[in-house]
């Protein structure tokens, strides 16, 4: 299995590159086209914000990106590794250790507390270091507010506070690369830009943000928007070393 995490990606070439890439999905009815012909790169770093309508194929571009689904042609590579190379056992522990997912829906366990659903990804990777681990994930819950809370379950706490639990969740594992779908919203606003500042905070870490949104008042906090349209790139600036290999 490739080392995403040696992989050296210099400033001048993308952190994650799409060549062309292609999904679609065959039903009773015949084929449906979700993504035709995508290509785009994000280099370290950047707050991606990814826009378009209900069906456009935000969803199925993310779920590219952190390998949740598999591209039907074309090329996508994060961090120099191509993910379309990997087997499904690989493609699983390559996510673990290198991409937080962030879903609107929150994704928490709710029979246990909010601390081990923050330390549950670093036992899915085989990171899990017992106390080193435990204060970990106490320290990233504080860093969302949520010092107070740690040994609650998620149904003793709100859905702002929920989604919070689920992105100190997704950074257990110290990911390069963060992406969120519609991660505001069920959030009221306030609680929203809150999130929002968290993310900004990662991206000056340098961590990649991508977040997929519906919400047009949010676009002047991304460094890059991306429109999407029928599963095509309609807008936005693709990166223009994104359909070019090393």
């Known amino acids: 299995m490739p080392d995403p995490v040696t992989a050296a990606v210099g400033s001048s070439v993308p ?3 799409l060549q062309d890439v292609v999904k679609t999905y065959r039903t009773a009815a015949g084929d449906v086209p979700a993504l035709t012909g995508v290509s785009a790169g994000f280099r370290r770093g950047e707050f991606i914000g990814i826009v378009g309508k209900s069906g456009a194929g935000k969803s199925t571009l993310v779920n590219m990106i952190t390998g949740v689904d598999r591209a039907t042609s074309g090329r996508v590579e994060v ?3 191509s993910i379309m190379d990997l087997e499904e056992d690989e493609i699983a522990l390559w996510r673990g250790c290198n991409v937080g997912v962030i879903y609107q829906s929150f994704e928490l366990l709710p029979q246990v507390s909010l601390l081990e659903n923050v ?5 899915f990777a085989g990171s899990y270091q017992g106390r080193g681990s435990l204060a970990r994930a106490e320290a990233l819950l504080a860093e969302v507010g949520l010092a107070d809370h740690v040994r609650k379950t998620p149904t003793r ?6 989604q919070r639990v689920a992105i100190a969740r997704a950074l257990a594992n110290d990911p390069s690369l963060v992406v969120a779908d519609e991660p505001m919203g069920n959030l009221d606003s306030a609680t929203a830009e809150e999130i929002l500042r968290l993310f900004e905070r990662l991206v000056d870490r340098g961590k990649t943000v991508v977040v997929v949104t519906h919400d047009e008042t949010l ?3 991304f460094s890059r928007v991306l429109t999407i349209a029928d599963g095509k790139l309609v807008s936005g600036q693709p990166d223009t070393d994104a359909g070019s290999h090393s």
Request: charged letters at 15%; a positive charge; hydrophobic letters at 40%.
């Open 119 to 123: 330390v549950l990804p670093m036992d």
């Open 157 to 162: 706490i709100s859905g702002g506070q929920q």
């Open 79 to 81: 961090g120099g590794v």
């Open 219 to 221: 676009l002047g906090r």
């Open 15 to 17: 952190f994650v590159r």
